[in-house]
């Protein structure tokens, strides 16, 4: 016996995940896109203009990296555009896995720029410029900072609410443009001090951060595509159903994401001799406890099997 339960009607969000209506959810992340892209592309376009008159290879780094950021924001909005489709015979879970393609998108875009940074940083050691205007740099540097950090608070605080793990790494990308932005102010600083060689290497700083921003995303991204979840997920779901009397046994639980959305495939055994309206309302009291004490669940697919054909769930402690 199969029985598919959708997630509570209330809006949620709880540390694993959200059981926010999914048209709810996607409107938040195309509008934390749609900020984002817009405070973005205002901080590039005044870096641009200080790296034309000042010539410094750190703040360049630093521009390249946060109109690479601006771009990332074009798969999540797709993504976030196509997920509110129904299922259908060829995408029977719907369209959410779009958001983890656009957090690979996003993912390839961070080694581009750390690679791109890399590039530049190492021609400027071998064959170091002069930095114009360092006053103004280091201002660039404050002000990328600023502007970078409360965006990424925004994507991840947003990222968060709806569960969105390719948010959640754009917004982690953006903390890194903010750190970098430091490393602009502290090669202005140097050279102003009188070494410059101090920019390249202030871009070589933004390279390393980059690269870990590249390996942290990675991770995230990579660990939803491969149905990675808390292993207090888990916990809460046994504990949640353990305690129903008529549920003899859990002997199978699975938990993946699709996209923002958590998804909950649980096998339980019951008694051989109850009859099918029986095994019925025990599942509904499954979804009512999963409903109460695991409420970032969006969905809830439950499996009734007799005890005498039941197995032992692996995953159970």
């Given at each position: 016996m199969k029985i598919f339960h959708g997630g509570p009607n209330a809006a949620h969000a709880g540390k694993h995940g959200t059981v926010d209506p999914l048209i709810l959810s996607t409107e938040k992340g195309k509008r934390a896109v749609k900020i984002s892209f817009m405070g973005l592309v205002v901080i590039a376009a005044i870096q641009v203009v200080i790296v034309y008159i000042s010539g410094s290879?750190?703040?360049l780094a630093d521009?390249?990296?946060?109109?690479?950021?601006?771009?990332?924001?074009?798969?999540?909005?797709?993504a976030f555009s196509i997920a509110n489709r129904k299922p259908n015979r060829r995408f029977t879970y719907g369209y959410g896995r779009a958001e983890?393609?656009?957090?690979?998108?996003?993912?390839?875009?961070?080694l581009f720029s750390a690679l791109f940074a890399a590039y530049n940083a190492i021609m400027l050691l071998l064959d170091p410029g002069t930095i114009a205007y360092v006053e103004v740099v280091a201002l660039a540097g404050i002000v990328g900072f600023a502007g970078n950090e409360m965006i990424a608070q925004y994507r991840i605080k947003i990222g968060k609410e709806i569960g969105?793990?390719?948010?959640?790494?754009d917004g982690y990308h953006a903390r890194s443009d903010g750190l970098t932005?430091?490393?602009?102010?502290?090669g202005a600083i140097g050279v102003w001090l009188g070494y410059p060689l101090a920019d390249p290497i202030a871009a070589i700083f933004i390279t390393v951060a980059i690269l870990k921003v590249f390996w942290d995303s990675g991770k995230l991204v990579f660990g939803r595509l491969m149905d990675s979840v808390d292993p207090e997920v888990v916990d809460d779901i046994l504990h949640a159903i353990g305690h129903i009397e008529m549920v003899l046994d859990i002997t199978d639980v699975k938990?993946?994401?699709?996209?923002?959305?958590?998804?909950?495939?649980?096998?339980?055994?019951?008694?051989s001799n109850l009859s099918v309206k029986e095994g019925h309302d025990i599942t509904r009291?499954?979804?009512?406890?999963?409903?109460?004490?695991?409420?970032?669940?969006?969905?809830?697919?439950?499996?009734?099997?007799?005890?005498?054909?039941?197995?032992?769930?692996?995953?159970?402690?």
């Open positions: 290879a750190a703040l521009t390249f990296h946060n109109f690479s950021d601006a771009v990332t924001t074009v798969p999540l909005w797709i983890d393609v656009a957090g690979l998108a996003i993912v390839a875009l961070i969105s793990a390719a948010l959640m790494a932005s430091l490393a602009v102010l502290l938990v993946r994401w699709i996209g923002h959305r958590m998804h909950a495939e649980i096998t339980i055994a019951v008694d009291e499954v979804r009512n406890s999963l409903a109460r004490h695991v409420t970032y669940l969006s969905g809830t697919t439950i499996h009734v099997e007799p005890e005498n054909a039941s197995g032992k769930c692996s995953l159970q402690v």
